[in-house]
């Protein structure tokens, strides 16, 4: 009946069974009609976007705004010209991609793809300056090839295809290096990271359409990995808790403990420290003390810290804890075993993600303490 996307499920069901708020005549016959409802969950809000339409395009729901009150949904096409380019419409035949509820929503997704794969809008092109047209077919129109290139990325990140573009990019920055043209390689990088950024696990709406419960099983995969690595072998994990510090020269130290329940990202359950040591060890010792005093807390099925061999010589309980190094990803355990798992070994991916949020985390409250000492 109805297709839609929601950042918190619970509130937004929540907010059409609610006495006080009153709905239009539409949504309260489309209330009325609900029996059972299904959810997808996805990575990020763009591949929400991308799935939210195809799930639209393959189910026309009666529901859906863009099927109602002649209201034209919104379609993303590429102009068949020398230099193509995005455009917006209502036409549907030879859509890239739609439909979109809104005329807002595709410049949403086509905004947040430019930086990934610049293209050209207008003349003079003022987003050259910017870096959001390049190569610039005004200035430079001997490099048609390059910018059909990054048109036909955009129609493969519009299309929900993110691997392929993401390995494109990395190829591409390798040949750039190869060839000590350290200039352009460090843009198709900045490219990269936008892309990275934007979807931390790229995935197409088509795997989600075929298996809608893959974020439930990455998750799982992630858990299972760790399970095969042999210090961690036959452990449950469903508390995983990191440890990270942050100072700068001693001053304002700060900790942060992060957390991943069975697999996810539980931000609930992150904690921040204000430390009184001013080393590396010590300050590890005094967080890992403070959190092992407290019995409110859970305890954790595995204990991660930032570091190596050092941050693991404080280690005094039973519960399993390893070290992971920023360098080369590399697992040190209390054993003195060092463990190298490939880069896309899901366990691994789920301790870099921890440690990633870890260190943005207490980075946070070590800025704070250094504002108020400056003021």
């Given at each position: 009946?109805?297709?839609?996307k929601?950042?918190?499920?619970?509130?937004?069901?929540?907010?059409y069974?609610q006495?006080?708020?009153?709905?239009?005549?539409?949504?309260?016959?489309?209330?009325?009609?609900?029996?059972?409802?299904?959810?997808?969950?996805?990575?990020?809000?763009?591949?929400?976007?991308?799935?939210?339409?195809?799930?639209?395009?393959?189910?026309?729901?009666?529901?859906?705004?863009?099927?109602?009150?002649?209201?034209?949904?919104?379609?993303?096409?590429?102009?068949?010209?020398?230099?193509?380019?995005?455009?917006?419409?209502?036409?549907?035949?030879k859509?890239?991609?739609?439909?979109?509820?809104?005329?807002?929503?595709?410049?949403?997704?086509?905004?947040?793809?430019?930086?990934?794969?610049?293209?050209?809008?207008?003349?003079?092109?003022?987003?050259?300056?910017?870096?959001?047209?390049?190569?610039?077919?005004?200035?430079?129109?001997?490099?048609?090839?390059?910018?059909?290139?990054?048109?036909?990325?955009?129609?493969?990140?519009?299309?929900?295809?993110?691997?392929?573009?993401?390995?494109?990019?990395?190829?591409?920055?390798?040949?750039?290096?190869?060839?000590?043209?350290?200039?352009?390689?460090?843009?198709?990088r900045?490219?990269?990271?936008?892309?990275?950024?934007?979807?931390?696990?790229?995935?197409?709406a088509?795997?989600y359409?075929?298996?809608?419960?893959?974020?439930?099983?990455?998750?799982?995969?992630?858990?299972?990995?760790?399970?095969?690595?042999?210090?961690?072998?036959?452990?449950?994990?469903?508390?995983?808790?990191?440890?990270?510090?942050?100072?700068?020269?001693?001053?304002?130290?700060?900790?942060?403990?992060?957390?991943?329940?069975?697999?996810?990202?539980?931000?609930?359950?992150?904690?921040?420290?204000?430390?009184?040591?001013?080393?590396?060890?010590?300050?590890?010792?005094?967080?890992?003390?403070?959190?092992?005093?407290?019995?409110?807390?859970?305890?954790?099925?595995?204990?991660?810290?930032?570091?190596?061999?050092?941050?693991?010589?404080?280690?005094n309980?039973?519960i399993?804890?390893?070290?992971?190094?920023?360098?080369?990803?590399?697992?040190?355990?209390?054993?003195?075993q060092?463990?190298?798992l490939?880069?896309?070994?899901?366990?691994?991916?789920?301790?870099?993600?921890?440690?990633?949020?870890?260190?943005?985390?207490?980075?946070?409250?070590?800025?704070?303490?250094?504002?108020?000492?400056?003021?």
């Open positions: 009946m109805y297709v839609g929601a950042k918190n499920l619970k509130n937004r069901v929540k907010s069974f006495s006080d708020i009153r709905l239009s005549p539409k949504t309260a016959q489309l209330v009325s009609r609900i029996h059972t409802i299904e959810y997808i969950e996805v990575n990020s809000e763009i591949e929400a976007l991308l799935l939210e339409s195809k799930l639209i395009k393959k189910f026309q729901p009666h529901y859906n705004i863009a099927s109602k009150d002649d209201k034209s949904p919104f379609y993303i096409h590429i102009t068949i010209e020398k230099f193509p380019k995005p455009i917006i419409n209502h036409e549907p035949k859509a890239i991609s739609g439909p979109f509820l809104s005329r807002f929503t595709a410049r949403q997704i086509l905004k947040s793809f430019r930086r990934i794969t610049p293209y050209h809008t207008e003349t003079p092109c003022f987003y050259s300056h910017l870096g959001l047209c390049n190569p610039c077919p005004i200035q430079y129109p001997e490099k048609i090839g390059e910018y059909r290139k990054n048109i036909s990325r955009l129609k493969k990140l519009l299309s929900g295809y993110f691997k392929p573009v993401l390995n494109e990019l990395k190829s591409t920055m390798a040949v750039f290096s190869k060839s000590h043209d350290f200039e352009n390689a460090a843009l198709i900045d490219q990269i990271k936008n892309l990275e950024y934007l979807l931390s696990k790229p995935v197409s088509d795997e359409i075929v298996n809608p419960n893959l974020v439930e099983d990455q998750r799982q995969a992630a858990i299972n990995s760790l399970k095969g690595v042999p210090f961690l072998k036959g452990d449950p994990f469903h508390r995983i808790e990191m440890f990270d510090n942050a100072h700068l020269s001693g001053t304002s130290p700060t900790s942060a403990m992060t957390v991943a329940m069975d697999g996810e990202l539980d931000s609930k359950h992150y904690r921040h420290f204000t430390l009184h040591t001013s080393n590396d060890v010590d300050m590890m010792s005094e967080v890992l003390l403070r959190r092992l005093k407290r019995k409110d807390w859970p305890l954790p099925d595995l204990i991660v810290l930032d570091g190596g061999k050092p941050q693991l010589s404080i280690v309980w039973s399993p804890t390893i070290a992971l190094a920023k360098k080369d990803e590399i697992i040190y355990t209390t054993t003195n060092q463990i190298k490939p880069k896309d070994h899901p366990g691994l991916k789920l301790l870099m993600q921890l440690r990633d949020e870890a260190h943005r985390f207490s980075r946070r409250l070590h800025h704070k303490h250094r504002r108020i000492i400056i003021k």
